[in-house]
């Protein structure tokens, strides 16, 4: 069951009887077995009981991994259908633990000093201005495409300017792609320095020849970390945040200290 929720306001958007990803996830999280608690259910056996399945005194989130390097061409940006080719899953004693690890697991790399971001329209940019804020104040440098430049700027955020890619300013945004100097040891096509790239589509649909499509592209063929969802890029900046202000990192442990 999926529901939609706006003002406290709840809706079901979409009801399967049958057992979804999510179903094994919810097991694991709760440590209660639900296929076996519905088979017998259905046998006719009474699973009357005490079940714990709020208030847990940990969080678990699962990330989805994508095939967009194996589809050359392909715009790299995820949309309303299901177009993950699985999910991890991970648990934190905090949400921006458990999803520092979910992603981490899922493949993708944390940021350790260059930054490029590009946020389209302005309700983004002004969302996204906390986020912008906490990502210069944990010294990371911020690049960014000319109107969010000009909107970093403005809110006394320093940046460094890049042109859009079809224009003879520099620097533009595809010399910044392939000309950073790769850390000894590393190629280009690894990224340069370039550690993460803050994309956020500006419309639902676009064309092959825009300079976003081709900003995801790049980012995707160079296999630098990128983020196309304004949430997630919140979500993810305030995770990065509280994990730097806490200065013990990522805690590994079992599944079962969870459950304790």
């Known amino acids: 069951m999926q529901f939609i929720a706006k003002d406290n306001h ?43 399945t709020l208030e847990l005194d940990y969080v678990a989130v699962k990330s989805p991994q994508f095939s967009f390097s194996r589809i050359k061409g392909a715009d790299p940006r995820s949309r309303v259908e299901m177009a993950s080719t699985g999910e991890v899953a991970c648990f934190g004693d905090s949400y921006s633990e458990a999803l520092l690890k979910s992603m981490l697991a899922a493949g993708f790399r944390l940021p350790k000093k260059n930054v490029l971001v590009s946020l389209g329209e302005e309700d983004n940019k002004q969302k996204l201005l906390p986020s912008l804020h906490l990502l210069s104040a944990m010294k990371f440098k911020l690049y960014a495409t000319e109107h969010t430049a000009d909107f970093l700027t403005l809110h006394d955020i320093p940046c460094e300017k890049v042109y859009k890619i079809r224009t003879a300013q520099s620097p533009n945004v595809s010399e910044l ?77 079992a599944w079962n200290e969870y459950r304790v």
Not at 38 to 43: D, F, I, K, S, V
Not at 190 to 196: S, V
Not at 199 to 226: C, H, Q, S, Y
Request: without cysteine.
């Open 10 to 52: 709840i809706k079901v958007i979409e009801l399967n009887v049958r057992a979804s990803r999510s179903f094994p996830f919810v097991s694991k999280v709760t440590g209660y077995n639900f296929a076996e608690l519905a088979l017998r259910a259905m046998l006719g056996e009474n699973i009357e009981g005490q079940y714990r």
């Open 177 to 253: 792609l392939e000309n950073l100097p790769a850390p000894q040891g590393a190629s280009r096509q690894a990224g340069g320095t370039l550690d993460l790239i803050i994309n956020i589509p500006t419309r639902a649909f676009v064309g092959e020849n825009t300079d976003g499509f081709i900003i995801r592209r790049k980012a995707i063929d160079m296999n630098i970390p990128l983020i196309t969802n304004r949430q997630l890029a919140e979500a993810f900046v305030a995770a990065l945040a509280e994990t730097e202000s806490k200065g013990n990192g990522l805690n590994a442990k």
